[in-house]
């Protein structure tokens, strides 16, 4: 396995913080600002509006004001250049330095104007699915294991969804929310149309999730158990309940019309959803005819293949198997799964301690941490599916990082419906064209 360009490794584990299970904010003085201390300067010197966290009425003022409409296309695509500056910036800056480790210098953190606008096309409007979708404003929660040009994208299509946009900023993404809301606006977006605020807390997303009116996109969000995310869907439930007791006195008639909308209790029509985009689907294939172009593995060289999967399964560029497009399965031809399966071990011993294929130190932060407590939520459920465990990937703490396993079949959860981070499959294929 090549060695070359890897450099340092982890750094020493500290307290933290993140989703609604994080650490207590600061008070406003002692907090850094939303340029990672930069000032009042965001990109390219644009002004960068304070993203200190606003009280509960300010917050509750601008996801629930009326009025106003979404952007238009042509507007919409005018900001995917200023985005991509803005979303380099941190990487350039050195502010994610403490999060990601050498990790920070991969190029999933410095994504060009094309890679934004192709990510933008290839991702799905924040109303899909909802034949009925009138959203007040959309939420969009940042996370660290996200590439950064689907970051942008999510951020375009909220502004074609709704006609107000909150970026809810990350602990270990400090300063980011504020530097693409400076972007915006230094591109002609209206001040009021866009917020940002920090959210280490998960103050401002459970006060996000009680406005029934918004919706919320978040990214591979508490992936295996859900327990937070059924936490902030019963919130929401009961959100929409005490509107309904607002709009009608008990007993009256549920209110009509509104298209389509089929009513919770009193009120004309449901909640806007709660979207948990999945982790991208990264599926290769050896011996099968792929389902998508470049992702079949070359057979006549296992070996060269067992590299490359443990590459882009767990290496920098995968962040240690925690990026939310890192390689989670591959699809096998039974006859080389034995061969394959022999030399993808093999490169597994070899790599084993080297800090090229660590998981960055925001995983790493606390053995209690949610990406590797979901590592080890992940273990139990696929084991009592009845997959096979084959490797399982350590922290030099001995705390379990990742997960390979074989045997894995799509009628398992773990293979469809839900994720675990660090984890790879290996499946037998009974077709010939993978996906089929």
Sequence with gaps: MSSQARSGGAETPRPFGAGVQGHAEAPPGDRPDATGGRGAEGPRGAATVPT???SRDELGSFLGEGGGAPLVRGDIGALVTPLAT???AAASQGRLDAAMGPAAADARFSPGPDEVKAAWLATEP???????FNATAVAIGLQPSEPFAYLGARVLRALETAPRVLLIGHPELMGLAGDLRAAMVAAGVEGARVRAMEGADGAVLRETVSQPSVAVDLVDFDPVEGLV???????RALAGEAVAETVEPAGAEPAQGDGDWFGLGAIGRPLTPIVVRPRLARQLSLGVEPAAEGTSLGEEDLADAAEQVVEQAFGRGALGGFASD???S???RPQLLSRFTACLLEVLEEVEGDPWFEPPPWVQRSPRS?????VAAGRRRVLDEGATLIHERRLSTGVTSGLVLTNVERRMKLAGEMSAPGTLFLVRALQTVAGH
């Design 330 to 332: 591959v699809l096998v």
């Design 52 to 54: 200190e966290a606003a």
């Design 86 to 88: 803005a979303l380099c």
């Design 229 to 235: 995310l059924d936490r902030l869907r019963r919130l």
């Design 126 to 132: 924040v109303s899909a699915g909802c034949s009925s």
């Design 326 to 328: 890192a390689v989670t």
């Design 370 to 374: 949610p990406a590797l407590r979901d």
